[in-house]
């Protein structure tokens, strides 16, 4: 049994959809009953592949909408869930206050996972889940500045008492490090070009908001396929913004360490370099002996402590992706401590 529900209640804002403005409000807002905060992605195969036992605690490190917390705890696991987003952690303590003390939620960054552990006296964990990137409702509220498709101040942050925020990037990185950061995470074959214009525009207009940026962007490079010309910018100063690379290999290293024997972490990412990050470390902790050309003899590996479960990527089934296009690129890889 988990302690009394934990939770942050200073950073709580009022639910985020009576928060827009009218307009919005008025085009966007769905009824109260069709209200989605988040389809989950992948469900039955994390439930398959997770194996969570009855009365085994999960971490789901990123319970966004809470759909794969419910998952488990209906499956008779308790929970503890984490997330950066004030307004997902009230979201979920409302949703699922009916189990009562078999979930614990907690507002954190999963690469902080050690310290909540231990304020909770939790030593070991039956299994844990990260579901990577942003909820469709932190997509859907202008307000929160992760879209190009609705005006909204220049933010992305998940935590929004973190540091910086994507104007600050926008506006006080160089060309060099802007050019890098929509090269590196954005994959942006034009990013010389839309870093140079956005450095020359910031002279007399800093950036405060997403459509202006967006539409200079368009106007640079055109329109070219069903992608908006800025969906790679975009994403690369979300990433940037919230450190997602960095946050994700302290996350796996913090709830790798703590897994029972038999216990499985499980991993969906939408990106390929944070593909390539849980790819990486699960290889590297599945290896039991290293060898080199230069050494006498083989070593034991001092990382090994994984099995992997799925050798290649479990991929959503053509109905899921028919069903919800947003979880049309998702990965998931499990792996069990040994
Ligand atoms: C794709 S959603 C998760 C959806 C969730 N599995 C569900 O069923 O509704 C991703 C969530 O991860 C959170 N998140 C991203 N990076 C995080 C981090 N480093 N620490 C904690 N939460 C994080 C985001 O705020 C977002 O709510």
Aim: include cysteine; proline fraction near 6%.
């Amino acid at each position: 049994m988990l302690g009394q529900n934990v939770i942050n209640t200073f950073w709580f804002e009022r639910p985020l959809w009576v928060a827009v403005d009218s307009f919005t409000a008025e085009e966007e807002a769905p009824e109260v009953e069709e209200f989605i905060y988040h389809r989950p992605v992948l469900e039955s195969e994390v439930l398959e592949l997770i194996e969570p036992k009855p009365g085994s605690l999960i971490v789901d490190a990123t319970c966004g909408g809470g759909g794969h917390t419910e998952a488990f705890l209906e499956s008779g696991a308790n929970v503890l869930a984490l997330d950066r987003d004030p307004d997902a952690i009230q979201h979920v303590s409302e949703q699922l206050a009916r189990f009562g003390k078999r979930l614990a939620v907690r507002q954190a960054n999963f690469r902080c996972a050690t310290s909540v552990l231990d304020e909770l006296g939790i030593r070991t964990i039956g299994g844990a889940l990260f579901d990577i990137g942003v909820s469709s409702r932190q997509l859907e509220n202008s307000e929160r500045g992760f879209s190009f498709m609705r005006n909204g101040p220049l933010d992305m942050r998940m935590d929004p008492r973190a540091q910086p925020t994507a104007a600050a990037i926008i506006n006080e990185y160089s060309e060099e490090q802007l050019t890098r950061l929509f090269r590196e995470l954005g994959e942006e074959p034009a990013a010389r070009r839309i870093a140079s214009l956005i450095v020359k525009t910031r002279k007399s207009a800093p950036f405060r908001e997403t459509l202006p940026l967006a539409r200079a962007i368009e106007k640079l490079v055109g329109r070219h396929g069903r992608h908006h010309p800025a969906t790679q910018v975009f994403q690369a100063l979300r990433m940037e913004v919230n450190d997602e690379l960095g946050a994700l290999e302290e996350g796996l290293r913090a709830l790798t360490t703590r897994l029972e024997c038999g216990g499985r972490i499980a991993v969906i990412t939408f990106h390929s370099l944070e593909d390539r990050i849980v790819k990486n470390f699960f290889r590297d902790h599945s290896r039991e002996w290293l060898d080199k050309p230069e050494w006498p003899a083989p070593q034991r590996n001092p990382d090994y402590d994984l099995k992997l479960i799925t050798p290649k990527p479990v991929e959503p089934t053509e109905e899921e992706r028919r069903m919800n296009p947003r979880s049309r690129s998702a990965k998931l890889r499990v792996a069990e401590k040994t």
